[in-house]
């Protein structure tokens, strides 16, 4: 197994010359090229750290999430790099019922991570496989809606990856409700606005028309908290915030505010 130096997600032995996700028009290949790497140079200059963002959710590194229930823990958007401290880490909040990811960017070494916890199950958007750079067993392919626990359920919105996804959490928040969210729903650096982006190194907008297809299939939903990878939050009113984001995305798509340019 080896992992892609830019985009940290694992693939199999031979692995292709150059890493599909990082050749697709979403990503990039550095200027200086594809570069593979063990998980034993990872462990040389990585350190997985960790602090509690609210009761039950713990951070781990720049993306992962790791979400506590009574039942058993889900492991989120599972970062490019695993250790025995970071193992000890999860497994010290309980049981880990899943591993599953917003979409193939945030892959990272999820079947790593599953094998070090005992073979957990990763949850896999069917309509995104075709990006899995390495499978197993322990890979499940689901769709629409997943139950990982009560309270703790994952819902496709697609927007950036057909099968991107988001992980809502109905007890955090102090119980108001939380979403985990990948690229499709990417907390702004304000944390007071949301972009629908197909690309953001690149900058290919999604449409106007997806933007509020998105914010309208999860408005049925009960939260005011919203966490994106890279530890951007929307930290209250974040329901309002994801409508009134995709209405000016939506407004700014059709040429409302050409005027201003
Ligand atoms: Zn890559
Ligand atoms: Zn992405």
Known sequence: MLV???????????????????????????ASGQRWLTLDELARDHHIKWKENEP????????????????GSLLWDPVGYVDDKAVDVVLGRGPVLAIAASHPHMFGVQLEWSHRLGGVPVL???????????????????????????GLTLHQT??????????HWDGGANGKGVL???????????????????????????SGAVALRIAEQLGVLEFDRIYGNFNNVIASEA?????????RHAAWARGDFDHLT
């Open 124 to 150: 896999v958007a069917d309509t995104d496989r075709g990006w899995l750079g390495r499978t197993a067993a322990a890979v499940e392919f689901w769709s629409g809606s997943r139950t990982v626990a009560e």
């Open 239 to 247: 329901k309002t915030v994801l409508r009134d984001s995709a209405q």
């Open 180 to 206: 985990l969210t990948g690229d499709s729903v990417f907390p702004n650096p304000n944390r007071r606005s949301i972009a629908f982006m197909r690309s953001y190194p690149n900058l290919i907008p999604l």
């Open 4 to 30: 892609c130096a830019t985009c940290a997600v694992e693939y199999e032995e031979p692995t292709p010359a150059v890493c599909p996700i990082c050749d697709d028009e979403r990503q990039y290949v550095p």
């Open 158 to 167: 697609g927007g950036h990856f057909p099968g991107s996804a988001v992980a």
């Open 56 to 71: 039950g959710l713990i951070g781990i590194g720049q993306t992962a999430q790791l979400v506590a229930t009574p039942a």
